[in-house]
Structure formats: C-alpha cells, structure tokens
C-alpha cells in the first residue's frame, strides 16, 4: 500500500496552488501518482513533480488531467495563473479584457436578483465553497451563447480560485437564470474580490464597463482557525 503523501503546507506561488489542487483532485479520485501519470501517457515523475511545485505539465496534459479528475475548471484557473506569472515576468504587463463585443447593445440589461455567500463571509483558508447569484433578462435581447467570465486571472495566493468562465443557460427577456460558480478562497488572511462580467467566447463584453462596472462578484474574508475560535 502506498505511504500518504505528506502535507506540503501553505502554497505561496502559482505552482504550488497548482500542485496542491492536483493532488487534492487525484487523491480524491482515488488514483496514486503513477496511475495517473500512465493515464495521460506521462512518467510518475511529471505527476510527483507537478504536485510538488516544481514545474507545471505541458497545456494538453493539463487539459487531459482536468478531464480524468473532473477539476471543475479550477485546475485550468491555477495553470492559467502560472502562465500569467511567466508572461509577467517576460512582458512586464497585466491582462487586460478584449473589448465590447460586436453583439453588444443598448436593448440589452440584467437585473440581480439574489445570492449567496453574501459579501464579506469569513472562511478558512483554502476553503472550498460554490458562489450562486440569481439574475433576470429585463432587456429585449435573449441570451444566447453567452458566459460569465472571471475579469483578470482566475488564481493566485492572494486571489479567490475559480473557473475563468461558465457557459450561461439561453435566457430569454423576461427569465432568471442562477449561475454556480465553483470557488476556492485564498491563502493569506484578508479579503479577495473575484469579479465577473458576461462575455461572448472571445471574452469579449455585452456589459461595458460604464453600464456594469463591477458586474457579480465573490468577496470572502480569510481568517486562521485560532483567530476564528479564541472568542
């Protein structure tokens, strides 16, 4: 039988977040790391390595390994978030959005409704909770083929972890539609805001920025269990 793998504690870097979740999604899965490493066609040691911090799988054994342990999106959100550190690191510059979308247009509005995980609830870190918000079509434009997309990267230390999109339901005018969105609170004691906008697939906006600033957000506040419990 295979020893436990040992706790790596706190992960401070991109790569870490990435390993620490591929090692949750593969234990929980009940694979070992050289199971699944002969799942995707790769050596034990590009598993062990991956989970230990120290480098990241190419882009298509990601997306394989994402498939095989059904990660939701979140694993791809911590690869999407080591890729910005390096082009950071060459480039020196932040993501920004891709525009107003050809099919933006004045006819079109939403109106929130409902939610849960209201602003500002106290969690662990590296807590894992799902984010819902109830919105209706109150424009005269349906919803088709839309998504609601994470504005800038979709992990980090410091960042609340989720999906970079979900794909939205066909909403007619007049219907509501809930969005779940899968998420993961950050490892440093503060508070994080993930923020959300409605976007075609080239993450393109229906809502610009001066109609809808802030679009659905997440805000969570991480507090140490010792701090939560000496009350």
Known sequence: MPRPTPSLGPAHTPKQQFGQELRYLREKAGFTAEQLARAVTRDRRTITSAEEGRDVPSEAIVYELERILH??????SYYEAVVMAKRREKLHMDEVHNGVSPDASNDDASQFLDETVPDG??????QRFEKTWTIRNVGSV???KRRLSRMGIAAGPGLITTPAHLEIPTTRPGEEVTLTVPCIAHVVQGTSIASFKMTDGHKRLYFPYSRYTIGLAVQVTVVERLNRDAR
């Open 142 to 144: 349906p919803w088709i």
């Open 121 to 126: 609830t106290i969690v662990l870190p590296g």
């Open 71 to 76: 990660g939701d999106g979140l694993l791809l």
